[in-house]
């Protein structure tokens, strides 16, 4: 009974209570997040900390080495342009297993992509929106027919919808929510790591993948530890109880830990943007003069300073800065808090003192961090500073929020956006484009930005597709799909042992080089 209790008391002290393991880890990382998962399924999760536990449990054909942008061979050792740009053909890597034993091969690739295409699920137009279907060539040849030529469809394949997944465990028709719902009860994938423990929004464990091809993670398990808010995670760190945290902590925290000597600091100047979203088809946004209006109101750097201490830049691009083709298109149509022009524009639109524009500003209180109340709260005020516009802010967690958009239930609402690829159609035509603005929720479409959408998705010339993109920067400040606000600064803290952590601007957080000194 004594030997019982003090396995008990030894497994409460590291967070877990029960682990299916046959070993008790030999270097076990403690990692803290405020982030939630969602359904922990490749064919329809689309938030960021999700796919990041699929970027350590899964593999697609093509990946990215940890902390690098550079695209290399993954479940592929290589692959073949054919059919004039409309075909690729990969020839898979031999001897691969999943995590469970079973072997890798092409007709798990095709099983994989048609059930994104038949599931339909939140991030499956990076799929549909380029595959008209997959052949099995031979057991170790996959061929993907396009609809068009695209000229970073290698990139594509680099993103979770186009991880495979075991078509004995996962359903074929059905999205998989937590690990129960699957036959075994286990997440079953190509990864460095796989899933040994799951109890949503409080721990999820992962051991090394002995069946995985790659490259020995540097520690044995990661076990994640999820944080109802960001003090309380702060203060797990301090206590030496974390190893590392990430996403997200609250701006006055971050100078704080920044100054810590036994708190190491790593920041991540990278492609993550915010943006003000409108239901293009909802009165009286489906008219863009109000969008206008709206966003002419919006004073950026009083954002930046009141909200985040001048830790984030003014955006005024849903192309991020840094990016090829990035225009400060915004600036010069618009500048920031233009109170004057944002009257003018909704006078208009027939709105004024006595005939205000009344309508509803939306935004998840966590998904984001504990700033996002303040700064719909600052956005309010900018809003209403006008004289000409009655807010009222509404609130939603992160499910429901997701609901909302696509039931067309949010006017006006603020969204966050990690690059699902590093190129500039992933910033313009996932909200702009017919497809991929429905999957948002914005719901404009319009026939002459698809076919530039087509024509820079085919193009293998830079010079043309970079003078499309800045054209359609251009044509943003016009009809205002959405309007972005600031491009944002990631800051991960770790105690000072711990080495390894990279965060590159594919955003892609690998923990398999992570380690601890001793």
Same mark, same amino acid.
Request: aromatic share 14%; hydrophobic share 40%.
């Given at each position: 009974m004594k030997l019982i209790k003090l396995v008990l008391i030894c497994l409460m002290a590291v967070g877990l209570v029960c682990m299916a393991s046959n070993s008790f880890a030999k270097v076990t990382l403690v990692y803290g997040t405020t982030e939630k998962v969602t359904d922990m399924d490749p064919a329809n999760? $689309?938030?960021?900390?999700? %796919?990041?536990?699929?970027?350590n449990i899964y593999r697609g054909l093509m990946a990215y080495p940890a902390g690098e942008t550079n695209l290399v061979p993954g479940l592929a050792d290589s692959y073949d342009v054919v059919d004039s740009g409309k075909g690729y053909v990969f020839k898979l890597k031999k001897g691969v297993k999943f995590s469970d034993g079973t072997p890798f091969d092409a007709n798990a690739v095709k099983w994989s992509i048609d059930r994104v295409m038949r599931i339909a699920g939140d991030p499956s137009w990076l799929v549909t929106d380029f595959v008209k279907s997959v052949e099995v060539l031979d057991k170790y040849r996959v061929k993907f027919n396009l609809k068009n030529p695209v000229a970073y469809f290698p990139d594509l394949v680099a993103t979770v919808p186009y991880y495979p997944v075991n078509p004995n465990v996962y359903p074929a028709d059905k999205i998989v929510q937590d690990p129960s719902a699957l036959k075994g009860g286990k997440l079953v994938g190509l990864g460095p790591y796989r899933v040994i423990f799951f109890k949503r929004d409080q721990q999820i464990a992962l051991e090394a993948n002995p069946y995985y091809v790659g490259d020995k993670p540097k520690n044995d398990m990661i076990m994640i530890r999820y944080f109802a808010d960001a003090t309380t995670m702060r203060l797990a760190l301090e206590k030496g109880e974390l190893d590392f945290a990430f996403k997200s902590f609250n701006p006055s925290d971050i100078n704080d830990l920044q100054k810590m000597s036994k708190i190491k600091t790593i920041m991540g100047q990278? !492609?993550?943007?915010?943006?003000?979203?409108?239901? @293009? &088809?909802?009165? +009286?946004?489906? @008219?863009?003069?109000?969008?206008?209006?709206?966003?002419?109101?919006? @004073?950026? !750097?009083?954002?930046?300073?009141?909200?985040?201490?001048?830790? &984030?830049? !003014?955006? $005024?691009?849903?192309?991020?800065?840094?990016? %090829?083709?990035?225009?400060?298109?915004?600036?010069?149509?618009?500048?920031?808090? &233009?109170?004057?022009?944002?009257?003018?524009?909704? =006078?208009?639109?027939g709105f004024n003192e006595n005939n205000k524009l009344k309508f509803e500003f939306w935004y998840t209180p966590s998904h984001y961090g504990d700033t996002e109340v303040d700064m719909a709260a600052v956005l309010k005020t900018q809003f209403e500073a006008t004289?000409?516009?009655?807010?009222?802010?509404?609130?939603?967690? %992160?499910?429901?929020?997701?609901? *909302?958009?696509? &039931?067309?239930?949010?006017?006006? $609402?603020?969204?966050? %956006?990690? !690059?699902? $690829?590093?190129?500039?159609? *992933?910033?313009? =035509?996932?909200?702009?484009?017919? =497809?991929?603005?429905?999957? *948002?929720?914005?719901?404009?479409?319009? +026939?002459q930005w698809d076919a530039m959408f087509v024509e820079e998705q085919k193009s293998t010339i830079k010079s043309e597709r970079e003078a499309i993109f800045k054209k359609i920067q251009q044509m943003w400040t016009d009809e205002v799909p959405t =309007?972005?606000?600031?491009?944002?600064?990631?800051f991960m803290f770790s105690q000072a042992d711990i080495n390894g952590i990279k965060i590159s +601007?594919?955003?892609?957080?690998?923990?398999? +080089?992570?380690?601890?000194?001793?």
């Amino acid at each position: 009974m004594k030997l019982i209790k003090l396995v008990l008391i030894c497994l409460m002290a590291v967070g877990l209570v029960c682990m299916a393991s046959n070993s008790f880890a030999k270097v076990t990382l403690v990692y803290g997040t405020t982030e939630k998962v969602t359904d922990m399924d490749p064919a329809n999760a $689309y938030d960021f900390h999700t %796919w990041e536990i699929f970027y350590n449990i899964y593999r697609g054909l093509m990946a990215y080495p940890a902390g690098e942008t550079n695209l290399v061979p993954g479940l592929a050792d290589s692959y073949d342009v054919v059919d004039s740009g409309k075909g690729y053909v990969f020839k898979l890597k031999k001897g691969v297993k999943f995590s469970d034993g079973t072997p890798f091969d092409a007709n798990a690739v095709k099983w994989s992509i048609d059930r994104v295409m038949r599931i339909a699920g939140d991030p499956s137009w990076l799929v549909t929106d380029f595959v008209k279907s997959v052949e099995v060539l031979d057991k170790y040849r996959v061929k993907f027919n396009l609809k068009n030529p695209v000229a970073y469809f290698p990139d594509l394949v680099a993103t979770v919808p186009y991880y495979p997944v075991n078509p004995n465990v996962y359903p074929a028709d059905k999205i998989v929510q937590d690990p129960s719902a699957l036959k075994g009860g286990k997440l079953v994938g190509l990864g460095p790591y796989r899933v040994i423990f799951f109890k949503r929004d409080q721990q999820i464990a992962l051991e090394a993948n002995p069946y995985y091809v790659g490259d020995k993670p540097k520690n044995d398990m990661i076990m994640i530890r999820y944080f109802a808010d960001a003090t309380t995670m702060r203060l797990a760190l301090e206590k030496g109880e974390l190893d590392f945290a990430f996403k997200s902590f609250n701006p006055s925290d971050i100078n704080d830990l920044q100054k810590m000597s036994k708190i190491k600091t790593i920041m991540g100047q990278g !492609p993550y943007i915010r943006y003000v979203c409108f239901q @293009n &088809n909802t009165e +009286p946004f489906t @008219n863009k003069i109000v969008r206008q209006g709206l966003t002419a109101a919006i @004073n950026r !750097p009083d954002i930046i300073k009141k909200v985040f201490l001048g830790q &984030n830049a !003014p955006l $005024y691009s849903m192309v991020p800065m840094g990016m %090829w083709t990035h225009e400060d298109s915004f600036k010069s149509a618009f500048g920031d808090g &233009n109170v004057e022009l944002s009257r003018k524009l909704l =006078a208009q639109a027939g709105f004024n003192e006595n005939n205000k524009l009344k309508f509803e500003f939306w935004y998840t209180p966590s998904h984001y961090g504990d700033t996002e109340v303040d700064m719909a709260a600052v956005l309010k005020t900018q809003f209403e500073a006008t004289g000409v516009m009655d807010v009222t802010v509404k609130s939603a967690e %992160w499910a429901t929020y997701k609901e *909302n958009w696509r &039931n067309q239930l949010m006017p006006v $609402y603020l969204l966050g %956006w990690y !690059p699902d $690829y590093i190129d500039p159609d *992933n910033y313009t =035509a996932a909200f702009a484009g017919t =497809a991929g603005s429905k999957g *948002n929720g914005i719901y404009f479409s319009d +026939p002459q930005w698809d076919a530039m959408f087509v024509e820079e998705q085919k193009s293998t010339i830079k010079s043309e597709r970079e003078a499309i993109f800045k054209k359609i920067q251009q044509m943003w400040t016009d009809e205002v799909p959405t =309007a972005p606000i600031f491009q944002g600064t990631l800051f991960m803290f770790s105690q000072a042992d711990i080495n390894g952590i990279k965060i590159s +601007p594919t955003l892609q957080f690998m923990y398999a +080089p992570i380690e601890k000194v001793k």
